[in-house]
């Protein structure tokens, strides 16, 4: 079976790789450029350098690491998706839950790849969605088919866990459990400190929680934050 070319132009296909570890920045870098006509445009260690570096750069895909800091790669994908509504991403992560990859492919990520399979799936995962076509591993599309089934069920309520908060709200879970006070958070987001506290009370409430400490745990079981 022949292989259709990637690109139809001379343009290189410009990557961006998000990870907050150098290791696999660089083990990533190097997979990309064995390859002819590929490019890294750009490299960031947190969330919210991947988004300012994918704005700023424009790139085809970008390779986003599930948990870093400041802005999880969740959140920071819906920030991209929003600018750039044309850029593809490629999620990497550790952990396997299927709620993480229901909310993946949600908010419009169209490959979900597993960092222990990476060195098996990321060239053919780039080949795809340089095509704008969604990549999936047999086990992600196992997950997905049994959610299109569970979401058929007449007792479904179409609710899910981790759903209740919004964007906004899991910025402010991710640096309240990084250790931010509401000043920072504050900063960190560009808003007023009152607007910070009233965020922070409302997540609390939302979720039943009555602790900084217990917000922490959540934000760890939930792969928001790393523990």
């Known amino acids: 079976m022949t292989t259709t070319p990637m690109t139809t132009t001379a343009l290189p296909l410009r ?3 998000a990870d907050d570890h150098d290791v696999m920045r660089e083990g990533t870098r190097a997979i990309i450029e064995r390859q002819p006509d590929w490019e890294v445009c750009g490299m960031a260690a947190t ?3 991947a988004v300012a570096e994918a704005i700023r750069l424009e790139p085809n895909i970008v390779i986003m690491d599930m948990t870093m800091p400041q802005l999880n790669g969740l959140d920071a994908a819906v920030q991209i998706k ?12 550790a952990h396997e839950t ?8 949600d908010i419009g990520v169209k490959s979900f790849i597993f960092k222990a399979e ?5 060239i053919d995962a780039i080949q795809s969605l340089s095509q704008h076509k969604p990549f999936f591993t047999s086990k992600v599309s196992e997950i997905l088919f049994a959610d299109i089934l569970n979401r058929s069920e007449p007792h479904s309520n179409g609710s899910r866990p981790g759903q209740r908060l919004s964007a906004r709200e899991r910025e402010v879970v991710q640096l309240l459990s990084e250790g931010g ?16 506290e009233t965020h ?6 939302k979720l039943g929680l009555d602790s900084i400490a217990s917000l922490v745990r959540y934000a760890i ?3 928001i934050v790393e523990a």
């Open 181 to 196: 006070s509401n000043k920072e958070v504050a900063e960190a987001l560009g808003i007023s400190v009152r607007t910070a």
């Open 47 to 49: 969330g919210r350098e």
């Open 118 to 122: 990476a060195h098996t799936y990321l």
């Open 98 to 105: 299927d709620e993480l990859i229901r909310e993946v492919f």
């Open 221 to 223: 079981r939930n792969k």
């Open 200 to 205: 922070r009370a409302t997540v609390l409430r």
């Open 82 to 93: 929003r600018r750039l509504p044309r850029t593809e991403i490629i999620m990497f992560t």
């Open 15 to 17: 990557i961006l790789i």
